[in-house]
């Protein structure tokens, strides 16, 4: 996960009948391409084996790009 993450928030929930973690924040993106804005972030995290279950991020992520 190689995104600049600010604003990080860890819980331990459940996700189909697993354990993970529930980690959300934001990540700064270009907007457009251009205009610079934060974007919100959440992923699950299988707490036994660190595996990315899935990646949720702003429905408007598609216009952007990484910083």
Do not use: M
């Not at 354990?19 to 270009?30: L, P, R």
């Not at 457009?32 to 279950?53: C, H, R, Y």
């Amino acid at each position: 996960w190689k995104h600049h993450t600010q604003h990080c928030c860890i819980r331990i929930t459940k996700h189909n009948k697993r354990a993970v973690y529930s980690v959300t924040g934001t990540e700064k993106v270009k907007l457009f391409f251009i205009f610079p804005v934060l974007s919100g972030i959440e992923a699950k995290v299988d707490i036994e084996t660190g595996e990315i279950l899935k990646v949720e991020r702003s429905w408007w992520h598609f216009l952007t790009s990484s910083i």
